[in-house]
């Protein structure tokens, strides 16, 4: 079982997400657990303050480093994996989601405003992953993100095992190769021929061709 503990300040978040379909079932049947930390729970002051201007000035609030601190010295368990979610990150692919999805226990904290304190980036965490270049809000979609690729990495959480080795790469990359349904012919667009077929041998050589592996 891997758990995912999220830090944020909208824990509501993630309220529906984490309530719906294979990530539901993922959870009741023990493969994944997911706990939502309300940031301001770690802050000291009656008003329950994360944030505060940046020294040297700047526009927006940063996120302060005192409640983090807290926050994850409260969560931390032995082998476990830290990570905060910054545009400046390692670009996340399916070998980042394969290595992660070997560990038991990942602390993931979600940036809000125009940044963290770097003293969490640089004392406190393992890892900043970035999902692409572009910036967000906060790193509450990133964290969904991370969290539905490692989950389906993981046996038994969408189904046969077979269906996720078949696409796995020896670099633990993901092979993806168009795919088709009934009708087999619809407005004059017909599915390749050779889907029909039959001929196991051929399908894969075709699939192999047509083809991407992705995450490498």
């Not at 995912?4 to 994944?32: C, H, M, N, V, W």
């Not at 692919?93 to 979600?110: D, F, G, M, P, V």
């Not at 993100?145 to 080795?165: D, M, Q």
Request: glycine residues 8%.
């Amino acid at each position: 079982m891997v758990k995912f503990d999220i830090i944020t300040i909208f824990p509501e978040i993630f309220d529906s997400y984490f309530k719906e379909s294979l990530i539901k079932r993922a959870q009741k049947r023990g493969y994944i657990k997911v706990k939502v930390h309300n940031l301001r729970k770690w802050a000291k002051d009656k008003h329950q303050t994360v944030d505060d201007r940046p020294f040297g000035g700047g526009r927006g609030m940063v996120m302060k480093v005192e409640p983090i601190f807290k926050a994850i010295s409260s969560l931390e368990k032995p082998k476990t994996k830290v990570i905060l979610f910054t545009p400046r990150g390692k670009k996340f692919n399916q070998q980042t989601a394969y290595r992660l999805s070997k560990l038991n226990n990942l602390i993931l904290i979600c940036g809000r405003y125009e940044g963290v304190d770097e003293r969490v980036a640089k004392y406190l965490i393992n890892e900043e992953i970035s999902i692409g270049d572009y910036d967000l809000m906060g790193g509450e979609l990133p964290a969904m993100v991370v969290i539905e690729t490692i989950s389906r990495l993981i046996p038994g959480v969408i189904g046969k095992p077979e269906l996720l080795k078949e696409r796995i790469t020896k670099t633990k990359g993901f092979k993806e190769y168009p795919q088709y349904t009934r009708p087999e012919v619809f407005k004059k667009w017909p599915v390749p021929r050779v889907l029909l077929s039959g001929n196991h041998k051929k399908i894969e050589e075709w699939r192999e061709k047509h083809g991407k592996i992705i995450g490498r």
